[in-house]
């Protein structure tokens, strides 16, 4: 009998305790973040926390749709300019104060206030005076985002933005008010953190991890799995499978070019590879000389050879690109390959030693100039291979790797000549690549190209309402970019990436957003 009771007592613990178990995922993040404030993040990893500490408008679903956030539904004009929002009932901060439509007018305010300095201001300047806001020629009270009441927001466009709810899944997220004046800049810090999101913000130590814990006060948290969720810094990708594999990591978001084929023999169970809407890319500073000659420009582009990066060095489903812009965004229209880079590599490399030559440099007066990068393997590895390209023309150049966010902080003042970047695009849409080429996008042309021509381009393409001809002018766009080579684009990625078994809900799709809201985890 005593026996039979123990064994009841302790059947009933174990249960207990698998119950209490903390579900929880560890995901391996691109970098450290600088800040957690939603209005100045400046890169994808830092976003990517972001995301999860606040919810805007709109949110992401699983596959990247778009699902209603804080706004249950939203309502547009024929002609595309009026978007009215009706918020959820009962929503909350964190902290329990009421979050109403006053705060998304705040919010949008203060993401456009030069003050606030957001790099990624520009994204939306199709919001009524935006623009003048951001560049400070207007009035804050100007901007097309007004209350109507407490739960109706009614935002005003310059021109019809059918990519706007895509982009506000990621941008326009809501900041607190009460705790942003109260507390001052370091306010999205823990013991002082305020969102609206999934999760809260539990704990941060720097290069080692930042914990998320579930938000009690979200609208659907009953619905949520995952009890916490941790991002790690994870730029040393070897470093990173070691960890995956002592179970330290649930997730590394990139593998070395080197270590694809041992993955695929001794890890199959959890390697993801599909493909990306991202581009690799070179930034030319056309501020700086001599790569405001757009001759030296086109040869270092005419020299890469991308069939033999991609198909002999990457090897991992990666898609040469010609043009910033993906081809699966451009619809019928497909890849756009600008002349200059249509012929065989001896050819193209015969007219890029002529164009340095015109432009004033030979084997006795080389092109000498530094190239950035950031401090990752696969990188620096695909950077020694473009460096090796280029020594076959009258070139000495300088690789010079950093950490990410000093790379990012240069590239975006002006602090470089020629510089390794990336993007993923925040909408499926032409505009989302373009844009970063723009005379107006601020920090983020980080090439400082300026043509009036694609900028007039960029800005018919915003006012045509048929999608047929919008798509021929961001091609009219596409070819000017071709001509001035202001970015040699390289390659469209394709994700290879180590995920647990154990996780379930993380789908493969192009856009690889992965909310911690989907996410589940077994034994």
């Known amino acids: 009998m005593f026996k039979t009771v123990v064994a009841t007592l302790c059947a009933i613990v174990c249960l207990s305790g698998a119950v209490l178990a903390e579900s929880v995922v560890h995901r391996g993040n691109r970098g450290e973040p600088d800040t ?43 002609d595309g300019l009026t978007y009215r929002w009706v918020l959820r009932e009962g929503l909350q901060w964190s902290d329990g104060q009421a979050l109403t439509s006053a705060d998304i007018v705040y919010s949008y305010r203060r993401l456009l206030d030069p003050a606030t300095a957001s790099p990624f201001a520009s994204l939306l300047y199709a919001i009524k005076n935006a623009e003048g806001i951001n560049t400070g020629g207007a009035n804050a009270s100007s901007l097309g985002v007004r209350a109507e009441d407490d739960l109706t927001v009614v935002m005003t466009l310059e021109h019809p933005a059918p990519y706007l709810p895509q982009l506000l899944m990621h941008r326009g997220l809501p900041a607190p008010r009460h705790v942003v004046e109260a507390v001052g800049p370091r306010w999205a810090r823990p013991g002082t953190f305020v969102g609206n999101g999934v999760f809260t913000l539990a704990e941060w130590v720097p290069q080692s991890h930042v914990r998320l814990e579930r938000n009690p006060r979200f609208f659907d948290a009953e619905s949520i799995a995952l009890d916490a969720l941790y991002f790690h810094p994870a730029e040393n990708l070897a470093a990173a499978i070691t960890q995956f594999r002592a179970g330290e990591l649930d997730v590394v978001p990139s593998l070395p070019q080197d270590r694809l084929a041992w993955v695929e023999e001794n890890m199959p169970g959890a390697l993801r590879v599909h493909p990306s809407l991202g581009v690799e890319y070179l930034v030319f500073n056309t501020n700086r000389p001599p790569f405001d000659d757009v001759r030296v420009r086109q040869a270092l582009s005419m020299a890469v050879a991308r069939p033999v990066l991609v198909n002999n060095f990457l090897k991992g489903g990666e898609i040469e690109a010609y043009s910033i812009v993906h081809p699966d965004v451009m619809g019928n229209l497909g890849v756009y390959r600008p002349p200059a880079l249509q012929s065989n590599d001896a050819g193209r490399l015969k007219q890029a030693e002529e164009l340095l030559r015109d432009a004033g440099y030979d084997r006795a007066n080389t092109l000498k100039f530094t ?46 000549e020629v510089a390794r970047a990336a993007w993923y695009p925040e909408a499926v849409d032409p ?24 900028d007039e381009l960029l800005n018919q393409a915003d006012r045509e309402v048929d999608p047929q001809k919008r798509l021929a002018l961001y091609r009219q766009a596409e070819v000017v970019l071709g001509n001035d080579q202001p970015v040699a684009p390289l390659f469209f990625y394709a994700y290879r990436m180590l995920v647990s078994p154990k996780i379930r809900g993380w789908e493969n799709y192009n856009r690889n957003l992965h909310p911690g809201r989907f996410l589940s985890v077994t034994d």
Request: proline fraction near 6%.
């Open 371 to 416: 190239a950035r990068f950031n401090n990752q393997d696969i990188i620096a590895a695909t950077m020694d291979v473009v460096a090796r390209m280029w020594s076959r023309l009258p070139v000495e150049v300088e690789l010079l790797g950093s950490d990410t966010p000093t790379l990012y902080a240069d590239t975006r003042s002006g602090n470089f």
């Open 431 to 454: 505009s989302a690549y373009l844009y970063l080429l723009k005379s107006t996008s601020g920090p983020m042309n980080q090439s400082g190209f300026r043509n009036p021509n694609f």
């Open 36 to 78: 957690l404030d939603p209005h100045k993040t400046a890169n994808g990893w830092e976003a990517s926390i972001a995301t999860e500490l606040f919810m805007g408008l709109t949110a992401a679903g699983p596959r990247g749709q778009v699902l209603p956030g804080v706004a249950q539904s939203w309502t547009i004009s024929d």
